[in-house]
């Protein structure tokens, strides 16, 4: 069965720090998909990004970057000089065919960062 | 375009009623889901569709029932509420089999039940 461990629950930083939010995974699907979603304060979830299984280069958009390591079934990602509007929960996920182009997403516990301004 | 909006966002039952969640996406997506969200947890699918009447079972699906008579609408019902449906339920829609998996969530709807 799929399963997403971040480890972090809570994580505070002073503003302008960088900070790595953890996800390890467990699949055994031989293809799959990561994501990445945001939950500010306000409730909504913000798609962040997607990875594919048979794509391990890491990405980096802005002030974020993303790590995804097979080898140690990790996808971490990082937030470079952070800023209170970065405050907000982290969800990383891991996707499971249930039918042709249909996905059972499988969510992390999710971790709180909070950025001190 | 509004993307993926969920009626009504807040609503407080009495165990035993009933009622009904509204999901409507306007980005002409194939599949849409029911999930749940719960203090401490992540999200938890309930039930989704592939298509215009067509729904199939999450992995919580005891106490809700589903419809999706038009392409852009799903709904979730609650037949009779029990306090372990207190949560908050997130809808989610993505594209065809091109980028299907990437899902769209909507606000959220915060259901409590006393």
């Known amino acids: 069965a799929q399963k997403v461990t971040q480890a972090q629950t809570e994580i505070s930083v002073v503003e302008k720090e960088d900070v790595t939010l953890d996800c390890v995974y467990e699949?055994?699907?031989?293809?799959?998909?990561l994501f990445w979603y945001k939950q500010p304060p306000s409730g909504e979830l913000v798609f962040l990004i997607r990875r594919n299984s048979f794509d391990e280069q890491n990405e980096i958009s802005g002030r974020y970057s993303w790590n995804f390591q097979k080898s140690t079934s990790s996808f971490n990602f990082t937030i470079t000089a952070s800023q209170v509007v970065d405050s907000a929960v982290y969800f990383c996920?891991?996707?499971?065919?249930?039918?042709?182009?249909?996905?059972?997403?499988?969510f992390g516990t999710g971790t709180r960062l909070t950025v001190i301004p | 375009n509004a993307g993926v909006t969920q009626t009504p966002k807040f609503r407080v039952l009495k165990t035993g009623q009933s009622m009904t969640l509204l999901c409507a996406q306007d980005m002409n997506h194939e599949y849409m889901y029911w999930y749940r969200q719960d203090p401490g947890m992540g999200l938890r699918l309930i039930h989704y569709?592939?298509?215009?009447?067509?729904?199939a079972k999450g992995e919580v699906p005891d106490g809700y029932n589903v419809s999706r008579l038009k392409k852009q609408n799903f709904l979730l019902g609650l037949e009779s509420a029990a306090p372990s449906q207190t949560s908050v339920y997130f809808c989610?829609?993505?594209?065809?089999?091109?980028?299907?998996?990437?899902?769209?969530f909507g606000p959220g709807t915060r259901l409590t039940v006393l």
């Open positions: 699949t055994r699907d031989t293809t799959y998909y």
């Open positions: 989610a829609s993505s594209p065809g089999l091109a980028g299907a998996h990437t899902q769209y």
């Open positions: 996920a891991l996707s499971e065919v249930v039918q042709t182009g249909a996905n059972n997403l499988f």
């Open positions: 569709s592939v298509g215009e009447g067509t729904t």
